[in-house]
């Protein structure tokens, strides 16, 4: 009869043993995250490694005595299908040092101060049909990594807009935005900042 | 009268057992920190203080420091609430106690991996023991590295140790990020001529284009069903798009003539936060994975902001303020004031939801710098690399 009793016992205690531990966990996290034998990621014992080769994109070369089959829609223009190939173009940074579009804190807006040298850029394009052009855009440091890189894109493709208003068919336009990464000058005030927030062109001939 | 005295020790060590339970869950629930915005805007959540004693050397460094980033403050005996005690010889091991009773929390022996990499096992059980979330110290990041003018794309532990590059191409790069659960990273980098991002399987090295049209490609974030968010400026504006994860059936989500900006995604893998400059002054938007109209976030008191992250937990975003100086804000996850946490720029979360890392400028250069966002602590990230910023913490 005593011994019942306590036998009783030992299952009552499991229970409750297992019955109490169970009410000791926290809420369970809405993303699963990885125990120490999970998925994890752990202490890296590769690093790089072969990196497979890479398709390039074809890249077609536009016609520029054609029409552009880029249909601008509210002031916005299709980008080319891809890249201009450095290995049909050559390179010329010199050729529009002078006409760097400047721009103010904040905005893509082309002032009408900088409207002249759009139009000289213009005059040679299209005294130069087989040529095409590379937008830069950049940012002055004031603005986050990711923020800057949107932001020097929008300043290169207003630049591209203007230039297709002026009658420069947008396939032979691309743009690059470098964020505040290319910097022009490494001051920390407003005069190095202005010379910062800018759009460059870069010239491509095609090789011969 | 066995009988009594059996029923009396099964009685005693069921009562300890239930005050034992009842006492952890008591400590748990009391430092279980749920970030609560109203009290960290008074100041009111405090640092546990906690001793440590009998390690030595590069073990006791890690302890104090995966402790204080986890909420805790390092004190000698007497004014502490919890006190570990432990050695290193050869191996890590130790005892957590509560100082007042001196019941015994956890005393564990590590083995394997480096003595480093034990003691941040023991951190991880101390601090996942007390406050009942699991600890974030085996969890990597992910960085653009600057040294001299070349910038790679680097993995390191959480604290800056053990630092690898992950490219060497001598290109400029950006924009790190995890994909959940995997040892894969997205990343943009200008190796091919311009901005393009790719997607990189750590594990193979092997590495493909996922977005390389004309123009920007950018800011690639991944749900965790593996679905890509990005800015692309193909269509002439940059602008919000998806795809699958190797850049197939990509879709365009804004269409603005602005632009967008760093998206990132909820948990849940259903919304992607944004940044839009349509209001005119750059603004958190929340659109439906889907498409369809987006719903302005509001960021009062924050000005123009930029690279939200939200919280794996769905709670918070953490989002940077564009102000004189860059400022970490948070903001509930359906919006509402933003509180201002501290000086730096693109906030990354921990897979806990409560630790952020995040980059400060200092010096002429970029700093990796770790916060516990209820108690505001901040801790410096260890780096030889010279400039390091836009981390991203896996998941």
């Given amino acids: ?208 | 009268m066995k009988f009594k005295t059996a029923t009396l020790v099964v009685g005693m060590f069921l009562g300890g057992l239930v005050l034992t339970t009842l006492s952890e869950a008591a400590i748990a629930a009391e430092h279980a920190e749920e970030i609560d915005i109203s009290r960290l805007t008074r100041g009111l959540i405090k640092p546990i203080p906690i001793a440590l004693s009998g390690f030595s050397g590069e073990v006791a460094s890690v302890l104090r420091f995966d402790l204080e980033v986890g909420g805790f403050e390092i004190v000698s005996g007497e004014a502490a609430q919890y006190a570990v005690n432990g050695s290193n010889n050869g191996q890590v091991q130790g005892e957590l106690r509560v100082v007042v009773t001196k019941q015994s929390l956890l005393n564990n022996r590590y083995a394997g991996g480096t003595l480093r990499s034990q003691a941040h096992n023991l951190a991880d059980d101390i601090i996942e023991k007390i406050t009942g979330k699991p600890g974030i110290s085996r969890y990597k990041i992910a960085f653009k590295g600057q040294s001299g003018g070349q910038t790679e794309i680097y993995i390191s532990d959480f604290d800056g140790f053990n630092p690898i590059p992950v490219t060497r191409d001598n290109a400029l790069v950006a924009a790190p990020c995890w994909v959940p659960q995997k040892r894969m990273l997205y990343y943009t980098s200008y190796k091919g001529g311009g901005p393009d991002i790719y997607l990189h399987d750590l594990n193979s090295g092997e590495r493909r284009a996922v977005a390389q049209y004309s123009g920007l490609n950018t800011s690639a974030a991944v749900s965790r069903e593996g679905v890509v968010a990005m800015i692309l400026s193909k269509s002439g504006s940059p602008d919000l798009y998806v795809s699958s994860g190797n850049g197939t059936n990509l879709k365009q989500l804004t269409r603005t003539r602005e632009d967008e900006s760093s998206p990132c995604w909820s948990p849940d893998g259903r919304h992607i936060c944004y940044v839009s400059s349509v209001p005119g002054v750059p603004s958190l938007y929340v659109i439906s994975a889907e498409g369809g109209s987006p719903r302005r976030l509001r960021t009062a008191g924050a000005g123009r902001v930029s690279e939200p992250d939200w919280s794996p937990d769905g709670k918070y975003i953490v989002f940077t303020a564009m102000r004189r100086e860059f400022e970490i804000c948070i903001v509930p996850a359906e919006g509402g004031d933003a509180v201002t946490l501290a000086t730096g720029e693109d906030p990354s979360w921990a897979a806990n939801s409560r630790t952020v890392i995040f980059s400060r400028r200092s010096k002429g250069k970029h700093v990796l710098s770790l916060l516990d966002v209820p108690t505001k602590r901040m801790k410096d990230v260890a780096q030889n690399l010279g400039s390091c910023s836009q981390p991203n913490w896996a998941k």
């Fill in chain 1, 1 to 208: 009869m005593k011994r019942a009793h306590f036998c009783k016992l030992i299952p009552l205690t499991l229970v409750l043993l297992f019955g109490l531990t169970g009410c000791r966990k926290g809420p369970k996290p809405l993303t699963h995250i990885p125990g120490r034998t999970g998925s994890g990621i752990r202490d890296a014992a590769t690093t790089g490694g072969p990196i497979s080769p890479e398709t390039a994109a074809t890249i077609p070369v536009a016609d520029p005595g054609t029409r552009s089959q880029l249909q601008t829609t509210d002031g916005q223009t299709p980008l080319p299908g891809g890249r201009f190939d450095r290995s049909l173009y050559n390179e010329d940074r010199s050729q529009f040092r002078e006409q760097t579009v400047y721009f103010d804190f904040d905005k893509s807006t082309i002032k009408s101060s900088e409207q002249g040298k759009i139009q000289s850029v213009a005059d040679y394009l299209r005294s130069e049909p087989r040529t095409m052009l590379d937008i830069e855009g950049h940012c002055d440091e004031r603005g986050t990594a990711e923020y800057n890189r949107a932001l020097g894109e929008r300043r290169a493709l207003a630049v591209r807009e203007y230039l297709i208003s002026l009658g420069i068919i947008g396939e032979r336009i691309n743009t690059i935005s470098y964020g505040e990464d290319r910097p022009a000058e490494t001051g920390h005030d407003e005069i190095a900042w202005a010379k910062n927030r800018r759009g460059e062109f870069i010239l491509l001939r095609p090789k011969q």
